[in-house]
């Protein structure tokens, strides 16, 4: 199922609109524990149509950073909201 | 007295090995990112290339089922719109003609033809004010030249270059500051992209633009860059706020031509 995801939200990033790739990294954080295949597709987003002049945001990988952070955090929210229910 | 519950794990301990895991995947990504990145868009290229020539060809078959009355409909009115877009080309190009004779009796007749590209990735495919073309350093192209439209029409700069790819930002991209000049007094201005095709300037008050006015670029054979789409200004406002719509609906974009 975790393999499934990535694959089909690599696909959607080569061919679809960002509205619909960038939200389905998001889900798959919050649906997978420690998705860390989300730094990989951030990392795809920004290799493939990243570079040209915006090399000084975050050295040109926003959304593998921004990925990175959402992952990082989804963990301890996740323990959290098992806890509570 | 003794217990026999265990110890909860370190939770602390926890969060630093999840921090390490998640540093280490992302320095790994940096090292293939700076390496690899040319590598993987040439290789992704022919995705992208099968992917325009699958949404032309589904584009071409929904037109087939559209009722006969709506063509037909749709038909006159694009000749309609083709027979003034000839005579105003017609006018343009008169006056091109005469410009550049008066400039090449000054010595400065510089006729590039430039490079073709097909666009293969354009927004929203891309978050980015980006386009991908096909043209590379293998057909010339070097980072700096200008893409236009091939009639006509400034769209921004090559930033990166592959072997037969290039990356091209655009000039309406957000927070992309560009000098041009207003047609109507000569003005020079500051354009500042807002992302999806348009720009915004300041002007001060005295300064008279109107809806339609057109924005150019600087040099001796200036292109359109944008049309004054709407001007704000509140009483107690010292500034013009005009908005500036690009020359080309940036999503629709197929073809480019980039020169020197």
Known sequence: MRIAFTIVTLIFILIAPYWLYLPLIVVG?????????????????????????????????PFAFLAAVLTLFAVPLREHLRFQS | ????????????????????????????????????RSYIVTAVSPVWRAENVFSTTLRNTIDLVRSKDALIRENELLKQELSSYETL?????????GRDEVLSRYGRDESVAGVAAGVLVHPPETPYDILVVDAGEGEGVRVGQRASLPLGG?????????????????????????QA?????????????KGGGTFKLDLPREITVEPGDKVL??????????????????????????LVRGVANVGSVRFVTIRP
């Open chain 2, 217 to 242: 670029t600087l040099g001796l054979r200036p292109e359109l860059m944008g049309v004054v789409q709407a001007v704000d200004v509140e009483p107690t406002d010292s500034a013009k706020h005009v």
């Open chain 2, 89 to 97: 080309l017609l006018s343009y190009r008169t006056l091109e003609g």
């Open chain 2, 154 to 178: 400034a769209l921004g700069l090559v930033r990166e270059t592959m072997s037969h790819e290039s990356k091209v930002a655009l000039y309406s991209g957000s927070g992309e500051e560009t």
């Open chain 1, 29 to 61: 954080v919050i649906l997978f524990p420690l998705y860390l295949e989300s730094v990989g597709l951030g990392l795809a987003v920004d290799v493939l149509y990243g570079g040209a002049g915006h090399g000084d945001i975050l050295f040109g990988m």
């Open chain 2, 1 to 36: 007295m003794k217990t026999n519950f265990r110890r909860r794990s370190d939770p602390g301990l926890a969060g630093r090995k999840r921090l390490t895991l998640v540093a280490s995947v992302l320095a790994l990504a940096i090292i293939v990112f700076v390496l690899l």
């Open chain 2, 181 to 193: 000049v207003l047609e109507r007094g000569g003005v020079q201005v500051t354009l500042v992209g």
